[in-house]
């Protein structure tokens, strides 16, 4: 009889245990979380460039682009849109560095030492031809925390095929970047910028936004290191998308170009990010 009694207390007591350890758990989750992140916003990036200040300590550039802590809904169905996203919201002087057509051996392991140098992030719309042959590149671009885009297999002109082959463009692209990468990609950039209905819908529904920019370096054609310097100065602005190519081409001016205006973006008080998608 009294083994029995101390056998129910002992029950007893251990389930206080657990139900104040299920407590302390969710109150740690519940204090653990951060700030719901901001949805991007379409609109066009405005507003004079920021003023010249002490640069702060690198911890400060790698904020996510619309705020801390993991999206808090559960990942949903991605919006259909009919115009790419320009620019992004987020917090303060924050810019967005886009390379496109790689990755390519010839520049794109420098302009990742050179992003490596100053802490910060950027996004790399990569074809898929290209991906296929450079794996360990978009293994690196994961390990140093960049955001790998889908820029199609061979970058053709979307607004000219049939549905079936932008799909196809698209899906090996995704497939190869799962591989390679370990993700899937959330974001896709269409070759040229030329969008049509097809592109956004079949994009959305293998997961990915689209995103095109707001500021062109218009470095493919080569028009010297320093006006490529000078375009992206002056078209700086809080939350602008700026527009380079790692591959596709000579691009030593746009590595060059990226080694000059990335410590002046810093010096001025601009934060270098990567977006966060925010589901729907």
Known sequence: MQKDHFLTRRRALLAGVAAMGAAGLAGALATGTGKEAARPAAAPAAGAQAARRPLQPSAYRLQPLTGYGPPRTVPGRTPVRSTPLLRM?????TMVLTFDDGPDP????????TLAAYD????????GEMAVENR???ARMADEGHVVGNHTWSHPLLTGLRRSRIRSEMERTCDVIEKAYGERPEWF???YGAWN?????LGAELGMEPLAWTV?????????????VERVEDGAAPGVV???HDAGGERSQSVRALRDYLPQLLDSGYHISVPRRQYV
């Open 89 to 93: 919201s987020g917090r303060g002087n």
């Open 216 to 228: 062109d370096t218009l470095d493919w054609t080569s028009p010297g290191t320093r006006t490529i």
């Open 120 to 127: 910060v992030r950027a996004m790399f719309f990569v074809c």
């Open 242 to 244: 700026v527009l380079s």
């Open 189 to 191: 950039r269409a070759p």
């Open 136 to 138: 360990d590149l978009l």
């Open 197 to 201: 209905r097809a592109a956004f819908q």
């Open 106 to 113: 010839r520049y794109t392991p420098d302009i990742l030492d």
